[in-house]
C-alpha cells in the first residue's frame, strides 16, 4: 500500500532509533551530498596543491553539515516522515535551521572563489560569474531582512497551516521540492547573520543577533500553536498506519514540542560563533593598531602628545 504516490510502503513497524537510521531514503538528496563532498574536497584539494592554506575547520563544519542533511534525507526517516508528523518535523528543524549554520561555517562561496580559476581579461568563467551574482540585485534582495526573516516565518505558517503541504506530501517531487525549498530558505536566512562568505549584506554583529532574535520566536510560537492543537492540523498525518501504534493527536504534540526545542539549538550555535568572529575581529583590530604604531614608532600617540601641549601652552 503506497502514501499518496510517494511510491513508499506504508506498513512500516513501530519507530525505533535504529530503524531510523537504516540506510535508505532519497537517492537525489544522496546524490546532492555525495556531489557536494567530492567538489568541495576538490576546492581544497586545488589549493593545497598550489600552496594556500584551508582551515581544517571550515572543511569539518561543511563535512558535517552534508552529513546532517544525509542523516535526514538518505536514511529510513525519510519514510518514516512521510507518515509521522513528529519524524518530519525532526527532518525539517535539521535541514532548515542546524544544517545551513554548519554548511556556512565552510565558506563554500570563498572556497570557490580561492580555487576557481580567472577566466582571463574579457572572458567571462565561473568564478567571473560568480562574482557577477553575488553583486546582481537578485542576492541583494534575497539575502535583505526584510526578504530572509518574512520567508523564514512563512515557510512555516504559510505552508502547514494551508494546502500547500498536504500537496507537495502526494508526491515525492513535491516532497524533494519542499526539503530543497527548507535548506535554501535555511542558507537564505542565516548566510548574512554568520557572515563568513561574501556578501551584499554585512551588518554589524550587533545587528546579526538582532536579526537571530527576530526569526527564532516564531519557531517556539509555530511548536507550541501544534502542541495546543485539540485535534490534528495537517491532513496528511490525519490517519496514520496502523502499523505504527500511534495516534495522530499525540503524534503532533510530539512534532510541536520538537519545534519548539529545537529552535533554541540554533540560536545557541550561531550565538557562540558570533561571539568568536567578534573576538577574532577585535584582534585582528588590535594587531594592525599594534603593527602600525610599531612601523611609525608610536607617532600618533607622539602627536597627541604635542597637542595637548600646544593647549597647555596656549592656557598658560
Known amino acids: 500500500m503506497d502514501h499518496s504516490g510517494h511510491g513508499m510502503t506504508m ?25 557536494a563532498l567530492v567538489l568541495y574536497g576538490w576546492a581544497v584539494a586545488r589549493l593545497r596543491r598550489r600552496g594556500d592554506a584551508w582551515p581544517v575547520g571550515r572543511t569539518v563544519a561543511w563535512v558535517i553539515g552534508i552529513l546532517t542533511v544525509a542523516l535526514v534525507m538518505c536514511t529510513q526517516l525519510n519514510d518514516y516522515g512521510m507518515v509521522m508528523f513528529s519524524v518530519h518535523m525532526v527532518q525539517h528543524m535539521v535541514i532548515s535551521m542546524l544544517s545551513p549554520i554548519l554548511l556556512l ?15 582571463g581579461r574579457g572572458r567571462k568563467g ?9 553583486h546582481s540585485r537578485y542576492v541583494r534582495i534575497i539575502s535583505h531582512p526584510a526578504f530572509t526573516i518574512p520567508l523564514f516565518i512563512a515557510s512555516l505558517y504559510a505552508l502547514y497551516f494551508s494546502p500547500i503541504f498536504d500537496f507537495l506530501m502526494e508526491s515525492r517531487v513535491g516532497h524533494i521540492a519542499m526539503m530543497v525549498h527548507f535548506l535554501a530558505v535555511g542558507l537564505a536566512f542565516f548566510w548574512p547573520i554568520m557572515g563568513v562568505d561574501p556578501g551584499p549584506h554585512r551588518p554589524g554583529y550587533v545587528m546579526r543577533m538582532l536579526e537571530l532574535f527576530a526569526g527564532m ?9 501544534l502542541m495546543m492543537g485539540t485535534e490534528p492540523m495537517v491532513d496528511t498525518y490525519l490517519h496514520p498506519p496502523a502499523s505504527l501504534g500511534i495516534d495522530a493527536l499525540s503524534d503532533q504534540m510530539a512534532a510541536g514540542g520538537i519545534a519548539w526545542a529545537f529552535s533554541e539549538i540554533p ?19 588590535s594587531q594592525r593598531a599594534d ?20 593647549l597647555n601652552a596656549r592656557g598658560r
Request: charged content about 20%; glycine content about 8%.
Open 126 to 134: 565561473p568564478r567571473e560569474l560568480l562574482v557577477a551574482l553575488l
Open 11 to 35: 506498513d512500516l513497524p513501530p519507530f525505533t532509533l535504529g530503524r531510523g537510521m537504516e540506510f535508505g531514503g532519497d537517492p537525489f538528496f544522496l546524490v546532492g551530498c555525495l556531489l
Open 267 to 285: 540560536s545557541v550555535v550561531v550565538l557562540i560563533a558570533l561571539v568568536y568572529q567578534w573576538y577574532r575581529s577585535e584582534e585582528r583590530q
Open 291 to 310: 603593527r602600525a604604531a610599531d612601523r611609525n614608532g608610536d607617532q600618533d600617540l607622539a602627536d597627541y602628545n604635542a597637542y595637548l601641549a600646544s
Open 217 to 225: 520566536p516564531f519557531h517556539a510560537f509555530f511548536g507550541i500553536a
Open 105 to 119: 561555517l565552510g565558506a563554500p562561496v570563498t572556497l570557490a572563489l580561492r580555487a576557481l580559476p580567472a577566466a
